[in-house]
């Protein structure tokens, strides 16, 4: 099934006439399918148990094992990886990690507790070897904090504010170095208002593709969440006018120069960087409109990776309470966040609906006849069937089942999917009901005599930690285009090894 129409548009939005109060509540009835695509999973290392490190109450529950977010590799041949506790861990030829960086003692005033808080993620940029430069995002509590946020939401005041979010450069003295030494520099902080920190700045990529001399070398792309306002926590959220906006950093995918407007003699972004010339918005002859948005309309645009084959950039989007979204993503597009949850209105914009609801496009918005001015996404799945959707990649890794396939997976329960690239494409017609279907894999475990047995990721990480409300996956690519599959929950770094039991060796 190369396509799947939603249901038949959806029953033709419920038969035209009756569309606008239909509230949908399985908006996606067809299930996800396997096909028999059967993938090896394989341990590569467990990191340091790392519970309480920053106390008891700076920790989500139950505490996982170690709470592993990203692992990145460098040109050189060394990999790293970040617990959201406060730890940047090198791992050497044999996996076995050392820490490279302790950005929590850095930050004393870091705050930890929560699904995405703490030490987020940190990126390499493309000359780390000469220059020495990286980059990171924490989370710092407000209260008592002597620092003043670049950039409050539209509408409130350092008053209302509850917690920081920050990125940081970071400068080694030495790049060759295996533990780090040097300075570091802050080029944005932003504050959030709600009683919950979601969603807050959640990536730093630069684009892999870009070279040298090329416009967008060196450009550090960061994924922006809706910093909490569609997550509930207090009477600050639940605010659907923060959605549609452009003078706003948050629901967004930016686009910045890293460098200091003293060094890059650029404009100077809302913190210490540099907004690119070449971004739409930077020259759209609106004063208002922030120039560092590079797309905007998302929920939690919190992964971003691009197909190696021809740039497409996809981004993988959390969606509220019905829809998760595999978008590609185009500068200046708009992808409609809060007005719309993957293919259907949200009922923030719906006569006495609600956030946590979903209903029918009209059927000439749906089979794009009439446009609205809003980007769909390519692929999506309800929450029938996951809560979250994970990173997603197109694998160029050793495994002949997967050529031409992006894999992605659902973050909370720990399925991993695999859609045709081509089909993702294809999806990308402008036509909202147009999307890609796809299949799940199945994983196997083999043992010592090579027997193989099916398991799923909640099953292994239930295994290790007694039994989990969450996975929580997140996928990685390495250098030679495998999956890195890591869990918040019980700190191990797993890979693919073969499919359907021919023998293919493991990333590392």
């Known amino acids: 099934m190369r396509f799947q129409r939603v249901a038949v548009l959806v029953l033709m939005a419920l038969a035209a006439g009756r569309v606008a109060h239909a509230q949908l509540n399985n908006p996606i009835p067809t299930p996800i399918p396997k096909r028999g695509l059967r993938v090896e999973i394989k341990d590569v290392v467990r990191m340091p148990d790392t519970r309480g490190l920053r106390g008891a109450s700076e920790d989500s529950m139950p505490a996982g094992w170690a709470r592993l977010n990203f692992v990145r590799e460098l040109p050189d041949g060394r990999r790293f990886v970040n617990d959201l506790r406060g730890l940047l861990y090198m791992l050497d030829a044999q996996n076995r990690p050392t820490v490279y960086a302790d950005t929590g003692t850095a930050f004393p005033l870091g705050y930890y507790r ?17 220059n020495g430069l990286f980059y990171t995002i924490h989370t710092e509590r407000a209260t008592g904090n002597p620092a003043s946020p670049h950039f409050i939401p539209p509408g409130f005041a350092a008053a209302d504010v509850t917690y920081h979010t920050v990125i940081t450069e970071w400068q080694a003295a030495s790049p060759s ?8 520099r802050e080029l944005l902080r932003v504050g959030h ?6 969603h807050p700045l959640d ?43 452009t003078d706003t950093l948050l629901g967004a995918v930016l686009r910045i120069d890293p460098r ?27 004063a208002k409109t922030f120039g560092e948005i590079y797309a905007y309309g998302f929920r939690n645009p919190h992964r971003l990776s691009w197909d190696p084959s021809d740039g497409t950039l996809f981004v993988s989007d959390i969606g509220n309470s019905n829809i998760e979204e595999i978008n590609i993503v185009r500068e200046g597009n708009n992808h409609g966040w809060m007005q719309r949850e993957g293919i259907f209105q949200s009922g923030y914009y719906v006569s006495g609906g609600n956030g946590n609801q979903v209903y029918p496009l009209p059927p000439n918005v749906l089979d794009g006849t009439m446009k609205d001015g809003f980007t769909y996404p390519v692929a999506m799945y309800d929450h029938g069937e996951g809560l979250s959707v994970s990173a997603g990649f197109v694998y160029s890794g050793r ?43 199945q994983l196997f475990v083999r043992d010592a005599t090579g027997t193989t047995t099916d398991v799923s990721l909640q099953q292994l990480v239930d295994k290790l930690m007694g039994s989990r409300p969450r996975v929580d996956l997140q996928l ?14 019980d700190g191990m770094i797993r890979t693919f090894g073969s499919e359907q039991g021919a023998a293919v060796s493991s990333a590392r």
């Open 399 to 441: 495994i002949p089942a997967l050529k031409g396939k992006f894999i992605f997976g659902d973050i909370a329960r720990g399925r991993v999917f695999a859609a045709d690239v081509a089909a993702l494409k294809a999806a990308d017609d402008g036509v909202p009901s147009t999307v890609a279907g796809f299949e799940e894999i």
């Open 476 to 489: 990685s690519q390495a250098a030679n285009g495998e999956l890195y599959l890591t869990s918040r929950q």
């Open 193 to 198: 208002v709600v009683a919950n920190p979601f």
């Open 260 to 286: 200091s407007p003293n060094v890059s003699g650029g404009t100077r972004g809302i913190g210490n960087y540099t907004i690119p010339a070449i971004n739409k918005f930077a020259a759209d002859g609106d």
């Open 177 to 184: 170095a295996n533990v780090f030494k040097g300075s570091r």
């Open 114 to 130: 929560g699904l995405v808080a703490g030490f987020i993620t940190f990126e390499f940029h493309p000359e780390f070897a000469t």
């Open 203 to 245: 990536e730093l990529k630069f684009n892999p593709l870009a070279r040298p001399g090329a416009p967008d070398y060196g450009l550090l792309y960061v994924g922006s969440g809706d910093w909490g306002f569609s997550n509930g926590g207090g009477p600050k959220a639940d605010n659907p006018g923060q959605g549609q906006r």
